[in-house]
């Protein structure tokens, strides 16, 4: 160990070894506190915050009830974030997302929707162009890749859309055809285009339980409020992606190759 470096550094430095060189394999159990302790002669509040940076650093997940695992190792989804904005499709929305993924050869699942209506939160009726409190409908899923959580998705629609028609909205299941198709279809209110906020922060504990990561995670938070035909707000849809798992891609020009002929920054073809 070198001279003054902190017993949990040199802990932490050895399991990263051993974690690189394939000693300790993706999904390997590690050995417990009191096990560790007593292989390195340390305290376990000296070995818990070696492995606390480990988990930190995303190399080890916590399991609760089963005890700390090698975190898999996981191959990034890229989600282009553009699309056609007439139809809705691509950019992350559910009927592109799924045709996308199983275009990876990997396979895509949704949770039942979890559909609520609740009072609109001010920083989103914001956005929707309505008062603090107003009535949405608000649609949520989580979706996994090779059963994997790997991205979960809520969308707020106006209140007005039920007493119209689009009843469909209400119910816990998935729409055919994506809902801005039933929208347009039944209500006669058509998406012209769309605007992206991309932000990033710190993941909260719910979706630290959820994607399995670290009280330190980052996720990417996008939120997208498209536009019907007379330029008015008429969704807002908010999707947190962990930055563990994915890659966002943005495209501007007609003339951009195909994503598969592009491979992502630092890595080859």
């Known amino acids: 160990m070198p001279q003054n470096q902190p017993m949990y550094r040199h802990i932490a430095d050895d399991l990263r070894a051993k974690i690189a060189t394939g000693e300790l394999a993706p999904n390997d159990k590690l050995p417990t506190e009191g096990e560790l302790s007593a292989e390195y002669e340390a305290s376990r509040n000296t070995v818990r915050e070696a492995i ?5 650093e995303g190399l080890l997940e916590s399991r609760p009830g089963q005890g700390t695992f090698v ?3 996981l191959d990034p989804f890229v989600t282009v974030l553009t699309a056609d904005p007439k139809t809705g499709f691509g950019g992350g929305d559910t009927a592109a997302y799924l045709s996308e993924v199983r275009g990876t050869h990997r ?11 609740i009072p609109a939160a001010p920083e989103h009726a914001a956005l929707l162009n309505i008062s603090p409190g107003d009535q949405v409908v608000s649609r949520s899923q989580n979706r996994y890749i090779d059963s994997i959580p790997w991205s979960r998705q809520t969308t707020l629609y106006l209140m007005d859309f039920i007493t119209k028609g689009a009843t469909e909205l209400l119910m816990a299941k998935d729409i055919e055809g ?6 347009a279809d039944n209500i006669g209110i058509r998406q012209s285009g769309y605007r992206d906020w991309i932000s990033g922060r710190l993941a909260d504990e719910d979706e630290q339980a959820f994607f399995g990561i670290g009280h330190n995670a980052a996720v990417f938070s996008a939120s ?8 008015k707000p008429m969704r807002l849809t908010i999707t947190v992606f962990p930055v563990d798992r994915n890659q ?5 020009g007609p003339n951009v190759p195909p994503l598969r002929d592009t491979p992502p920054p630092g890595r080859s073809k």
């Open 71 to 73: 975190s898999r190792r």
């Open 224 to 231: 997208r409020v498209a536009f019907d035909q007379d330029n």
């Open 178 to 183: 994506g809902a801005v198709k039933y929208i």
């Open 248 to 252: 966002l891609i943005v495209n501007v």
């Open 107 to 117: 396979e895509p699942t949704n949770s039942v929707p979890r559909v609520e209506v």
């Open 52 to 56: 606390r940076r480990l988990t930190d």
